[in-house]
């Protein structure tokens, strides 16, 4: 994709300049500036109705006849942002213009050419505007498309990976998109190196500093944009510029030409769609288990008022007022491997533990509203006749599930999930359990609540426990709050912006000075330190470091986050920030 405006070098390839005869004789390493518009002059104070960007025609009749003029005339273009200075030769200055001009032009960067046969000014003019123009009308079709391809892309509901290969495709350059904690959520590199593109990616983008929620770091050659809605940013989205060979800096390897507006546009755009699919859910399921679900996500999101879920779920047979009610979530202990039947076999997986839970509810009898919440868990909200029944509920639901998984694996089960042979089922003969290290699933279940307006904290409480469960190996029936250690705590919370956004704050400082010197690891100091109860000796022991070495390293630390490491409320904010940075970057 070239810019908008022509550059200097372009313009001289133009047939009414090349009928000129030009020669470059001082500034040919500004000649890729862009040339915003083509002005004529014949005065020596020209400069002062100039707003940069142009390229200045002139005879040089009417400039200064001594070196100083000549020199402030040079100095005054130059400092306005002129994109070069072009003297026809013949009526000022016959064979050459005055080696000072030149000189001078040369000092500023300033491209100065001549042309050696003389040539209309005109034809110059509506050839480089004619061009400006066309180049300006394929922008505006572009933005067009890009438009049009991007509120397609939102009406279809299409997902992350489809909106970045349309960035990358439109675009032609390399495009990623990452948390707040530097994570690739996605990427398209455009036809080049995935392998060079992701290679040390988070120390990469720390380096990445644009000026804005959308700008461009022409030091990194990326554009940037925030993504995020409803006031709530959980990622960026970059854009590599130039593609190889786009932009003329290209060919040396640094990005100096900024990127076309219509990039900004499309990263725009499509940030905003990443944005509304994350708010979209889709669901292809039976018109029961959907309402069930949108009711279910209401209470999560706070999308319908607490009154209508509950007049909807009466509707559907489950009385949620004046119940003591329990928010559980049933997951598998492992994601769906990767590459094993692809997205149709992890759909049918969720979709067989959906109905596993189902039926385990209803072997249990109990009254709850039951489906898939994500691409993972399957929650359901239990309407319990009051708080002494919750704990033989959930016994029981434990129980059923363990049935029906067990049943499933030697094939007696009547509900779907009984087909081990089924892609994506889920199903493992050996390992049908529910809890701990020897089983597939965890089942965990929130603190009990006396109010539909409280369900939605038990809920989050009880996916929060499932996640940070999976990093225990205990062997429990249901896993509760009790159960739940601080870094599984983080763990679970690791997608949280706002606990990304903490990290950044109490660690930013520290992971960018790793990132401009990697040898030094003070990240890795600051570990030892914290893991050795701040007891400096066994922290420069742990850290393989001597004791006056291990010292410096410790003052620098304290003078790039500017804390003081003998505080215990500092150590313990940065101790938390360290595992919670450690759970960010475990899948």
């Not at 040919?28 to 002005?39: F, N």
């Not at 001594?66 to 002129?82: H, K, M, S």
């Not at 996500?297 to 003591?324: I, N, Q």
């Not at 630390?557 to 960010?584: F, G, Y």
Request: aromatic content about 4%; charged content about 25%; glycine content about 10%.
């Amino acid at each position: 994709m070239s810019a908008v405006f022509p550059t200097v070098r372009e313009v001289l390839a133009l047939d009414p300049v090349r009928h000129g005869a030009p020669r470059v004789v001082a500034g040919d390493a500004g000649l890729d500036r862009p040339v915003r518009w083509v002005h004529v002059a014949e005065v020596p104070d020209i400069a002062t109705l100039l707003g940069g960007g142009e390229l200045v025609l002139t005879t040089g009749i009417g400039l200064p006849a001594d070196d100083a003029g000549l020199r402030a005339f040079i100095g005054d273009l130059a400092d306005v942002g002129v994109s070069g200075l072009v003297v026809e030769l013949g009526r000022r200055y016959v064979s050459g213009v005055p080696r000072v001009m030149a000189a001078a032009a040369e000092r500023r960067g300033l491209p100065l050419v001549e042309l050696r046969r003389a040539t209309p000014f005109v034809r110059i003019t509506e050839a480089v505007h004619a061009l400006i123009v066309d180049a300006q009308l394929t922008e505006l079709r572009a933005a067009e498309e890009i438009h049009q391809r991007f509120t397609d892309l939102s009406v279809e509901g299409a997902d992350a990976a489809e909106v970045i290969r349309q960035a990358a495709e439109l675009s032609g350059c390399s495009v990623v998109l990452e948390n707040l904690s530097r994570q690739v959520l996605g990427y398209d590199p455009a036809g080049e190196s995935a392998e060079l593109l992701l290679d040390g990616w988070e120390q990469h983008s720390r380096r990445i500093r644009p000026a804005g929620r959308t700008a461009y770091d022409p030091d990194s050659g990326w554009l940037v944009t925030v993504v995020g809605a409803r006031g709530q940013d959980w990622g960026r989205l970059l854009l590599r510029w130039p593609a190889s060979g786009d932009a003329p800096s290209a060919r040396a390897g640094e990005p100096t030409v900024a990127p076309p507006t219509r990039l900004t546009i499309l990263i725009e755009r499509a940030a905003s769609t990443l944005a509304l699919g994350r708010l979209i859910r889709r669901d292809a399921e039976g018109l029961e288990r959907q309402l069930h679900r949108t009711l279910l996500t209401a209470l999560l999101d706070h999308s319908r008022p607490v009154d209508e879920v509950a007049l909807r779920a009466k509707a559907l047979g489950v009385a949620l007022d004046r119940r003591h009610l329990v928010g559980v979530m049933v997951r598998h202990r492992g994601d769906d491997p990767a590459g094993e039947g692809g997205p149709e076999a992890g759909q049918a997986r969720l979709r067989d533990l959906s109905e596993a839970v189902g039926q385990a509810l209803r072997e249990a009898k109990l009254t709850a509203l039951t489906s898939a919440v994500d691409d993972n868990s399957v929650g359901a909200l239990l309407a319990l006749p009051d708080p002494a029944a919750e704990d033989r509920a959930l016994s029981a639901f434990a129980a059923a599930l363990r049935r029906v998984r067990l049943d499933a694996g030697t094939g007696r089960a009547t509900s779907a999930a009984a087909d081990p042979s089924r892609p994506g089922s889920g199903v493992d003969p050996l390992r049908g359990g529910v809890g701990g290290a020897s089983a597939g699933l965890i089942v965990a279940a929130g603190s009990g609540v006396s109010s539909l307006r409280e369900a939605r904290r038990s809920l989050v409480e009880a996916r929060q426990i499932v996640e940070a469960a999976r990093r225990d190996r205990r062997d429990l029936p249901i896993f509760r709050l009790p159960h739940v250690g601080l870094a599984g705590l983080l763990h679970l919370l690791r997608d949280e912006p706002r606990l990304q956004t903490f990290v950044e704050r109490e660690l930013g400082p520290l992971l960018e000075y790793d990132a401009q010197h990697p040898r030094e690891r003070l990240l890795d100091t600051l570990r030892a330190y914290l893991e050795q109860g701040r007891n400096k000796s066994a922290g420069a022991a742990a850290a393989h470091l001597s004791r006056p070495a291990f010292y410096e390293r410790l003052a620098r630390i304290a003078r790039i986050l500017d804390v003081d490491l003998d505080s215990v409320e500092a150590s313990l904010s940065l101790h938390v920030a360290l595992l919670a940075l450690e759970a960010v970057r475990t899948p």
